[in-house]
């Protein structure tokens, strides 16, 4: 059985910083997606990256790309997402999931991931 487990979130001041980790166990491929989406109070489900675990191609939307950052560290399993300058906006619940097999970053969307880890929230301040 694959299962995500996240940590990580918490409460910081906007510009401030926060990492996230995703542990993954129970893949049997080296081929999989780690994405990770964020939804808000009111708000649709959100992607903020993706990361190939095979190749460590990554994919960030323009509404984080160049304060996020998502790599994998393969020996622990474990995917982290860096979130440098941090704003009010980037609040949510923060979810990591898992894909076996490629796809296009681009289009990814909550429903091409499963399973999914528990959420941890962020909140920033202002």
């Known amino acids: 059985e694959v299962q995500l487990v996240e940590s990580g979130g918490g409460l910081v001041q906007a510009g401030g910083s926060l990492r996230l980790s995703c542990t993954v166990s129970?893949?049997?491929?080296?081929?999989?997606?780690i994405a990770w989406f964020r939804q808000a109070p009111g708000k649709e489900r959100e992607g903020v990256s993706c990361?190939?675990?095979?190749?460590?191609?990554?994919y960030y939307p323009d509404s984080v790309r160049g304060r996020f950052t998502s790599c994998s560290d393969n020996p622990k399993n474990t995917v982290y997402l860096q979130m440098n300058s941090l704003k009010p906006e980037d609040t949510a619940v923060y979810y990591c999931?898992?894909?076996?097999?490629?796809?296009?970053?681009?289009?990814?969307?909550?429903?091409?991931?499963?399973?999914w880890g528990q959420g941890t929230q962020v909140t920033v301040s202002s």
């Open positions: 999931a898992a894909r076996n097999g490629p796809l296009r970053f681009e289009s990814a969307r909550p429903a091409d991931f499963a399973p």
């Open positions: 990361i190939s675990r095979r190749d460590g191609r990554t």
């Open positions: 129970g893949f049997t491929f080296d081929d999989y997606v």
